[in-house]
């Protein structure tokens, strides 16, 4: 039932073909039966009602031969056969061969193969006992040479069957291997974009907290400061956690009740979103400064890469630079929408030489070459003659502007 409901869904116009076609072979076998002998050759001369019955059986099943391939296969060859043995007709077995091709383009290898050869033994043994033994009309080797079209007819129907099949086999695992391809890309984006929402906002706390801690009772105010920065820090990670989940979630219902200007309705967070990052990395204690020079737009994928790869490097700054470190920003677009990152400390602050080893080897690196290779940039980073550390991105232009930023020029 699974099998005929899934065919019955798929392939309703073949089935229709199935149908006509099956019309087609009980019409022409039961004009066969009727015919007289006028040729010479020995003819059926049975009830007119066995001709038809033998017609039925031979033409009906070819309708429904994708829905129970090898029934209709054992109903057909046996009809087959018997309209040969009852000199009906002398055909190379065209209906044996249709529905053959049904079995191997449907049944497992094993059933195929055995359809197969009982087919042959079969149309070969009711070829050659109905025209060398029953009703000779010639030399036995014209009826082996009959039988040999027979075995050459069904043979290359079920070798169709079998070709078709490895290929719609191979269509498949194709379009699995993709999907599980897409799986695992969409899996490393969500993984990154989860990793900067909360690597940076998390670091952003903690420094935080370690500042109220270590000045608690002697700065009051510095300690309360401190508190307001870690509060407001976590307000803007859960709205961004919650934009990034209702963005993964791909729900549609309820889209009409949610207001506009929410979490979940945001756009993704591009270069307009910038000064707002600077801000955060100035209330974890780096003094950063923040140049944009734009000629044209960006796109909103690029633009969200590069607010993201400027939001790992400042969180590495604050990681590891230490506190007071003073860092720039620099965002250049050129008038052939080339984008080039530069994040830069001074290394002021007292960040270990075991910190920046642990930098090159960590997830925002490798998160930051992900985004880079996806437009088909570069990356440089790692720690600067003078002390202090830099990362330097170039994103290609893209063919198409599609700009989620206005054309303007400005420096922050």
Same mark, same amino acid.
Request: proline share 5%; with cysteine; hydrophobic share 45%.
């Given at each position: 039932?699974?099998?005929?409901? #899934?065919?019955?869904?798929?392939?309703?116009?073949?089935?229709?073909?199935?149908?006509?076609?099956?019309?087609?072979?009980?019409?022409?076998? =039961?004009?066969? +039966?009727?015919?007289?002998?006028?040729?010479?050759?020995?003819?059926?001369?049975?009830?007119?009602?066995?001709?038809?019955?033998?017609?039925?059986?031979?033409?009906?099943?070819?309708?429904?031969?994708?829905?129970?391939?090898?029934?209709?296969? $054992? =109903?057909?060859?046996?009809?087959?056969?018997?309209?040969?043995?009852?000199?009906?007709?002398?055909?190379?077995?065209?209906?044996?061969?249709?529905?053959?091709?049904?079995?191997?383009?449907?049944?497992? !290898?094993?059933?195929?193969?055995?359809?197969? *050869?009982?087919?042959?033994? %079969? &149309?070969?043994?009711? %070829?050659?006992?109905?025209?060398?033994?029953?009703?000779?009309? *010639?030399?036995?080797?014209?009826?082996?040479?009959?039988?040999?079209?027979?075995?050459?007819?069904?043979?290359? $129907?079920?070798?169709?069957?079998? =070709?078709? #099949?490895?290929?719609?086999?191979?269509?498949?695992?194709?379009?699995?291997?993709?999907? /599980?391809?897409?799986?695992?890309?969409?899996?490393?984006?969500?993984?990154?974009?989860?990793?900067?929402?909360?690597?940076? &906002?998390?670091?952003?706390?903690?420094?935080?907290?370690?500042?109220?801690?270590?000045?608690?009772?002697?700065?009051?105010?510095? !300690?309360?400061?401190?508190?307001?920065?870690?509060?407001?820090?976590?307000?803007?990670?859960?709205? /961004?956690?919650? #934009?990034?989940?209702?963005?993964?979630?791909?729900?549609?219902?309820?889209?009409?009740?949610?207001?506009?200007? @929410?979490?979940?309705?945001?756009?993704?967070?591009?270069?307009?979103?910038?000064? +707002?990052?600077?801000?955060?990395?100035?209330?974890?204690?780096?003094?950063?400064?923040?140049?944009? #020079?734009?000629?044209?737009?960006?796109?909103?994928?690029?633009?969200?890469?590069?607010?993201?790869?400027?939001?790992?490097?400042?969180?590495?700054?604050?990681?590891?630079?230490?506190?007071? !470190?003073?860092?720039? =920003?620099?965002?250049?677009?050129?008038?052939? *929408? /080339?984008?080039?990152?530069?994040?830069?400390?001074?290394? +002021?602050?007292?960040?270990?030489?075991?910190?920046?080893? /642990?930098?090159?080897?960590?997830?925002?690196?490798?998160?930051?070459?992900?985004?880079?290779?996806?437009?088909? *940039?570069?990356?440089?980073?790692?720690?600067?003659?003078?002390?202090?550390?830099?990362?330097?991105?170039?994103?290609?232009?893209?063919?198409?502007?599609?700009?989620?930023? @206005?054309?303007?020029?400005?420096?922050?």
């Amino acid at each position: 039932m699974h099998r005929m409901g #899934r065919h019955l869904r798929a392939g309703a116009h073949l089935l229709a073909i199935d149908a006509c076609v099956a019309a087609v072979v009980t019409a022409g076998y =039961v004009a066969l +039966a009727d015919q007289g002998a006028t040729d010479g050759l020995p003819r059926f001369s049975g009830p007119w009602w066995l001709g038809w019955l033998v017609a039925v059986c031979v033409g009906v099943p070819l309708a429904v031969r994708r829905l129970w391939p090898l029934p209709a296969l $054992a =109903v057909v060859l046996g009809a087959s056969a018997t309209a040969t043995l009852l000199e009906i007709t002398r055909d190379p077995y065209i209906s044996a061969a249709l529905a053959l091709y049904a079995v191997a383009l449907i049944e497992p !290898t094993r059933r195929a193969s055995a359809a197969l *050869g009982l087919t042959l033994v %079969v &149309s070969a043994a009711a %070829v050659i006992t109905g025209e060398a033994c029953l009703r000779p009309s *010639g030399p036995w080797t014209e009826a082996a040479g009959t039988a040999a079209l027979v075995w050459l007819v069904t043979g290359a $129907a079920w070798a169709a069957g079998r =070709v078709v #099949r490895e290929r719609r086999s191979r269509a498949t695992r194709r379009d699995r291997r993709l999907a /599980e391809e897409a799986l695992a890309e969409e899996r490393l984006r969500i993984a990154r974009e989860l990793h900067d929402i909360v690597s940076h &906002s998390l670091s952003v706390i903690v420094v935080k907290a370690a500042v109220a801690n270590h000045v608690a009772e002697a700065r009051p105010q510095e !300690t309360r400061d401190a508190i307001q920065a870690i509060e407001q820090t976590g307000r803007e990670a859960l709205t /961004e956690m919650r #934009r990034a989940l209702g963005v993964l979630r791909g729900d549609t219902a309820g889209r009409r009740t949610r207001e506009p200007g @929410s979490a979940k309705t945001a756009p993704p967070p591009g270069l307009d979103d910038l000064p +707002a990052l600077v801000q955060r990395a100035e209330r974890a204690g780096v003094r950063a400064e923040l140049r944009t #020079r734009l000629a044209v737009g960006l796109p909103v994928g690029t633009a969200l890469a590069v607010y993201r790869i400027v939001q790992e490097a400042l969180t590495n700054v604050v990681k590891h630079a230490g506190n007071k !470190t003073h860092c720039q =920003v620099t965002i250049t677009v050129d008038s052939q *929408g /080339e984008v080039r990152i530069e994040v830069v400390d001074d290394g +002021a602050g007292n960040a270990a030489a075991s910190n920046r080893v /642990e930098l090159r080897g960590g997830h925002g690196l490798v998160g930051m070459r992900e985004r880079v290779m996806m437009y088909g *940039g570069t990356l440089a980073a790692g720690p600067r003659p003078g002390g202090g550390f830099a990362v330097s991105a170039r994103l290609p232009p893209e063919p198409a502007h599609s700009t989620a930023t @206005s054309r303007r020029e400005r420096t922050a």
